[in-house]
């Protein structure tokens, strides 16, 4: 996979360059000076899709032609993305250059596949307690992301942990091996809130009994004022 890049200089308005449909970054690592460049976005985002952060690119930073100067081909990793706050689409890239024939660690993440049985059967609620790894491998084997199947999750307090992952041949996982990355949980019980009591209408509803018992104390009939 190749994406071309242009250089840009710390000069340059972010702002302009996100509104021509561009993705500022720089570039770093072996064997390249840290560079300032600005990918196109719409082909970001294709490769980004395809190779995910763990699956190398080939960066062609373009020459400035009116030096002369030769296109650079680098292969990369893309190491860190800034996200757009409000957008949620990439504003800045860190692409980082690697030695294809060394070792390089980096984070992948996990895709849960299957159903839980204690979870169909009501006996807990599945916890997704990690949601990647970090692994070393040297950058042809790195994959793109580890799956973990939950259907062995039969009762309540079941885990996975790292060590039942299953790797591709020359991946070492870096994560401690007792770490857990999934389990069943116990159903927690929703607290019954009780009706608060309104006092001011006890209050009232006392004040009118009392006024009533009153009135009926005092209250007499023809009979009886004939009588007094």
Do not use: W
Request: glycine share 6%; hydrophobic share 40%.
């Amino acid at each position: 996979m190749i994406l071309t890049a242009t250089k840009r200089s710390k000069n340059d308005n972010l702002g302009v360059i996100r509104n021509n449909g561009m993705i500022p970054g720089v570039v770093y690592g072996v064997r390249v000076e840290n560079t300032m460049v600005s990918v196109p976005n719409n082909d970001f985002e294709k490769i980004l899709k395809i190779a995910g952060e763990s699956s190398t690119i080939v960066l062609e930073i373009k020459g400035d032609e009116s030096k002369k100067e030769a296109s650079k081909k680098v292969d990369v990793l893309i190491h860190d993305m800034q996200l757009d706050p409000i957008k949620g689409n990439p504003c800045h890239i860190d692409f980082l250059a690697i030695d294809m024939n060394k070792p390089v660690e980096v984070k992948i993440p996990i895709e849960f596949i299957g159903l839980a049985p204690a979870e169909k059967d009501g006996l807990g609620v599945l916890v997704k307690v990690l949601h990647e790894i970090e692994i070393e491998a040297l950058p042809k084997d790195l994959p793109h992301n580890v799956t973990v199947d939950v259907s062995v999750l039969l009762a309540l307090s079941d885990q996975i942990h790292v060590k039942d992952i299953a790797i591709p041949k020359g991946v070492t996982i870096k994560t401690h091996v007792d770490e857990v990355v999934a389990l069943i949980g116990a159903i927690k019980e929703e607290p019954v809130e009780e009706a608060p009591v309104d006092l001011s209408a006890i209050e009232v509803e006392k004040k009118g009994k009392q006024e009533e018992e009153g009135a009926e104390g005092e209250a007499t009939t023809p009979e009886e004022k004939t009588t007094k």
